[in-house]
């Protein structure tokens, strides 16, 4: 049986033209700079975010908390929303390998941090606390409903953390959906922070890979982070290739990934059993509530046994993600699924 898999769009495959790209690639030692492909991924990636320098590393994880060590020192303290990525999934590395203290505020529904709540956060200089040294942004905001961050907000935050000294990291995990979304250039979004990780190995379908942006100075401090984590890759070039197809090839199609969610949201919303409020998709993450008795998990295992996969996110919430190898075809066969999941 062909699995419809929505549980994230980690799952993607790499494309063809990848895996060609990685079979003929030509690599170099990269802890001492010589990849030649990795060298031409990150001045892709510098170029396309509009920053001087960027690193390849592991993951996501990986690139958020060696941003967070070259922003922080010890006993500093980072802002972040409690429904972060940052926060709630990466075992807290801040603050057990970087001694980073979070500061955590709560998101609103699309994501954003209050900006009064942020500046009420941000510590005075008193030896009773912390030093504020940085503020993270997610964007798009996954445990947010996928929600993507405007230009203004960006620009407002940054303004605000700048004016006290801070600086400003952004988890872009999915950065392309957002620009994607909000219609804008990927550089718009990232221009006002000092600091941006996004993901080749999400709906840009790369197998593995994250990017670092920031200013040279930056990204040497990134670099050495990397390596004390055990990120110096050697011939890296044969994941660097793949992620240079990514950012060529795969970035204009996260689109029909939005399309599909939203097809997905609306299909669900006819169905008695679940609620979802259709405004809240924004890209390519989808999540709705089960309503009628069962639990997230009793419609996730019926769903499974048909084919489809998704997430249970709560006693009653299950999370469903679109991205390349999913077709609108794929939708509608999941949509059945789920309203024989959901039937006494
Ligand atoms: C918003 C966000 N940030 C960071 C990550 C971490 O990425 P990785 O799984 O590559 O470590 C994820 C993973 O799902 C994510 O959704």
Redesign the pocket.
């Known amino acids: 049986m062909r699995l419809i898999d929505l549980r ?1 769009d ?1 799952v993607t495959q790499p494309t063809p033209a990848m895996r060609r790209a990685m079979a003929e690639a030509v690599v170099g030692d990269d802890v001492f700079g010589e990849d030649p492909t990795v060298n031409r991924l990150q001045e892709m990636a510098a170029a396309m975010m509009g920053k001087e320098a960027a690193l390849l590393v592991t ?6 908390l060696v941003s967070i060590l070259a922003h922080c020192g010890r006993g500093d303290e980072a802002i972040v929303g409690d429904l ?3 926060y709630l ?2 075992q807290g590395g801040m603050a057990s390998l970087g001694g980073v203290h979070p500061r955590v505020l709560p998101n609103s529904p699309d994501g954003t941090l209050d900006l009064a709540q942020v500046e009420a956060a941000i510590r005075p200089d008193n030896v009773h606390f912390p030093r504020s040294r940085l503020l993270i942004l ?1 964007n ?3 445990r947010c409903y996928g929600a993507p961050l405007s230009t203004e907000y960006i620009r407002a935050a940054t303004d605000l953390a700048h004016r006290y000294g801070l600086k400003v990291h952004m ?1 872009g ?2 950065i392309f959906n957002a620009a994607i979304a909000l219609g804008v250039d990927v550089k718009e979004l990232v221009a006002p922070v000092d600091s941006v ?1 996004f ?1 080749l ?2 709906g840009l379908s790369a197998p593995v890979g ?1 990017v670092v942006c920031g200013s040279r100075e930056f990204i040497e401090e990134a670099r050495r982070a990397r390596k004390v984590l055990g990120g110096g890759m050697r011939q890296a070039g044969i994941i660097a290739a793949a992620g240079i197809v990514a950012l060529t090839e795969m970035v204009e199609r996260l689109a029909d990934d939005h399309a599909n969610a939203r097809r997905l949201a609306e299909g669900l919303a006819q169905i008695d059993g679940y609620a979802i409020d259709v405004e809240r998709v924004y890209t390519n993450i989808v999540y709705f509530d089960v309503v009628n008795g069962y639990t997230a998990q009793e419609i996730v295992d019926r769903a499974r046994e048909a084919g489809v996969l998704v997430l249970p996110v709560g006693p009653y919430r299950i999370r469903a993600v679109t991205h390349y190898g999913i077709e609108a075809t794929d939708i509608e066969e999941a949509l059945d699924v789920f309203e024989q999941a959901v039937k006494g």
């Open positions: 994230s980690t993951s996501g994880t990986q690139g958020n972060s990525h940052t999934y990466e997610e798009t905001h996954n988890d995990a999915r990780t993901c190995s999400k994250s």
